[in-house]
């Protein structure tokens, strides 16, 4: 039996997802959509789906088993919750919350439920060259990690959609997640650095480099360009006792001719992505059939709202800002 989906949300990354379940993978079915404006819902409603006036309608519906919330950061609290309340698992795309008092909100419904629900959608955990890197750090082979260095490059920015703040609350928890994820590490402390702005950025502050201290005393270099003008370009780089290991560019394939060597460059999130979205999805799907999540937890949204938080006031006070956790509930190790 295919499991039974239904998204909220079908704007751009909605739209690619409903894509993806509905012509990629197998093992599940769109079975509603809904989205604020509901003449695009009707559109990007695929065959014999559901469109829903509201996402409650959507989650409590008896004929959707599992919810896919692609809708805008803000809603995501209240949709998680009814999720939560629903017994449904739930894929949720970042950020999972824009505050630390949702981010606990949702942990505490999942904990007193008793049950892990709740899938975030930090894509990089499924990426190949992010699990190999992993694999190396994992390893041992390299000694202890002391540095890592992590490039997150834009072409460009929706002019008015992307305001100055959404590199530190937005951009920045896929950096500040896989780097908790690859270092087996958590976040202790924030700093921002913000240099002369790009030409490109118009009004925007950007570029902005961020310093992630890790509690082992390891520290994590961010830099994020959104207007950089050349491509989608994602770089990683693990500096460790013994030696370094880096992620490939991609695409891998190198063209040498007449006109030189060069190397082609995504053009957005999707094509560099294409494959870690599919895998994430595969994984996902299998969890929901079992009534349950996989992936990055409601635990790992919360860590990546308070590292933007703490880099949101370090970009105001100059400072190093702490960032402080609860006590990690046991559902979560």
């Known amino acids: 039996m295919a499991l039974k989906v239904g998204v909220i949300g079908t704007g751009m990354i909605g739209q690619d997802h409903i ?20 003449a695009r819902a009707k ?10 006036e509201t996402p409650e309608a959507l989650i409590t519906a008896p004929e959707v088993q599992a919810v896919v919330i692609c809708s805008w950061g803000p809603a995501h609290e209240a949709q998680l919750l009814a999720c939560i309340a629903a017994g449904k698992p739930v894929f949720c795309e970042k950020p999972m919350v824009t505050s630390e008092a949702a981010a606990l909100k949702v942990i505490e419904a999942e904990v007193a439920f008793g049950r892990r629900l709740v899938q975030v959608g930090f894509m990089r955990r499924f990426d190949a060259d992010y699990r190999r890197l992993k694999r190396v750090i994992d390893g041992g082979t390299l000694g202890a990690p002391l540095m890592y260095y ?35 590490d958590e976040v202790s402390a924030v700093e921002v650095r913000v240099p002369r702005r790009s030409t490109r950025g118009r009004d925007l502050r950007d570029p902005v480099m961020v310093m992630l201290h ?12 959104v207007n950089i003008g050349y491509g989608y370009d994602i770089r990683g780089e693990v500096s ?30 999707r094509e560099r992505f294409i494959e870690a979205y599919d895998q994430e999805f595969r994984e996902w799907i ?42 990690k509930p046991a559902l979560y190790n």
């Open 214 to 225: 890790m509690a082992s005393e390891a520290i994590v270099d961010v830099e994020i360009s």
């Open 19 to 38: 894509r993806r379940l509905t012509q990629v993978l197998s093992g599940v079915e769109v079975a509603g959509v809904t989205d604020i404006d509901l």
């Open 240 to 269: 460790c006792e013994n030696g370094i290991a880096a992620l490939p560019n991609r695409p891998a394939a190198v063209v040498t001719d007449a006109n030189g060597i060069r190397q082609a460059i995504p053009e957005d999130w």
């Open 43 to 52: 559109s990007a409603a695929p065959a014999g789906a559901t469109v829903y």
């Open 150 to 184: 992590s490039k997150h490059r834009n072409a460009s920015v929706p002019e008015g959609l992307y305001t100055s703040e959404m590199p530190l609350n937005d951009t920045l928890v896929h950096d500040a997640d896989i780097s908790r994820w690859l270092l087996s």
């Open 286 to 327: 299998v969890a929901a059939g079992a009534g349950t999540a996989t992936g990055p937890s409601a635990w790992d949204g919360y860590a990546a709202t308070l590292v933007a938080d703490a880099a949101l006031r370090a970009v105001d006070s100059g400072a190093r800002e702490p960032v402080t956790m609860i006590d």
